[in-house]
């Protein structure tokens, strides 16, 4: 924390769980974010610690705004990560997932979610 504060000293950081985003935005007189980045570990996560999270993103995130995280390739098939994407499809209503950036140790994929604006035509596309 310390360290980060030090390095990133115009940027606000705080030490707690994803769910209470609605708090800490609240101390920027704020309800929504445009943009939510996630580097939570979805696929080891019990499923409704998945689902309060997920909610609280989903209550933060403006109209427009982008939700993005994202997977790694070895654990995508384990049914932790199945059902995370299961419920990003479900709640979002444009999931684009990235090529596989196969320079991350270990290689990965990104998911940008969107529960307004354009889409389309899937709920489930590439990006190229
Ligand atoms: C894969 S690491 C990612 C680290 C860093 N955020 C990044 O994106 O490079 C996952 C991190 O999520 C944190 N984490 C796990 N559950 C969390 C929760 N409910 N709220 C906030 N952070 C959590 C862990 O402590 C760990 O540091």
């Known amino acids: 924390m310390r360290g980060l504060r030090l390095r990133f000293p115009s940027v606000s950081i705080y030490h707690d769980s994803a769910d209470k985003i609605q708090k800490y935005l609240a101390h920027h007189r704020r309800?929504?974010?445009d943009y939510i980045i996630s580097g939570l570990p979805w696929a080891n996560m019990p499923v409704n610690v998945q689902e309060h999270i997920l909610s609280a993103v989903l209550a933060s995130l403006a109209?427009?705004?982008m939700f993005t995280t994202f997977t790694y390739v070895h654990a995508c098939w384990l049914p932790r990560a199945?059902?995370?994407?299961?419920r990003l499809e479900r709640y979002f209503t444009q999931v684009k997932i990235s090529r596989i950036v196969w320079r991350n140790?270990?290689?990965a994929f990104v998911y940008?979610?969107?529960v307004g604006g354009l889409t389309t035509g899937g709920r489930f596309t590439s990006l190229q």
């Open 31 to 33: 309800t929504k974010a």
């Open 63 to 65: 109209p427009d705004g």
């Open 82 to 86: 199945r059902r995370f994407r299961e």
């Open 105 to 107: 140790v270990p290689p």
């Open 112 to 114: 940008r979610c969107r």
